[in-house]
């Protein structure tokens, strides 16, 4: 699987972004998505994870009512939507492909995209 982040750039605090994930290579509607994100000098921590049917989504407390997580099979794609954003959300952001939706799931990492949130 073959995972390309996009949509990342600089906002104002209170803005959003939506981060896209466009996948191809194995099917991706058998893989468990997420999103992930790591800031300067931080490890990489887990943001939003989506089953492969949608039907299950998890998220970081610490961008639950905030961020929401989405997938579309048909464009191979799976969606980011970050809301009410705040100066501790700047991160690079990585998309990740797995076996269930989850932290520890994931296999197949794409390269990141950077969020910047001004104060």
């Known amino acids: 699987v073959q995972l390309q982040a996009s949509g990342g750039g600089l906002v104002q605090t209170g803005g959003s972004l939506r981060l896209s994930c466009a996948a191809s290579?194995?099917?991706?509607?058998?893989?468990?998505m997420g999103w992930f994100r790591q800031a300067p000098g931080r490890e990489r921590e887990f943001v939003a994870a989506i089953s492969w049917s949608g039907a299950t989504t998890n998220y970081a407390d610490s961008v639950k009512g905030r961020f929401t997580i989405s997938r579309e099979i048909a464009k191979n794609t799976v969606y980011l939507q970050m809301d009410s954003l705040k100066p501790e959300d700047t991160a690079v952001y990585y998309c990740?492909?797995?076996?269930?939706?989850?932290?520890?799931?994931?296999?197949?990492w794409g390269k990141g995209t950077q969020v910047t949130v001004s104060s």
């Open positions: 990740a492909a797995g076996d269930y939706p989850g932290p520890g799931g994931m296999v197949y």
């Open positions: 290579g194995r099917t991706f509607s058998r893989y468990s």
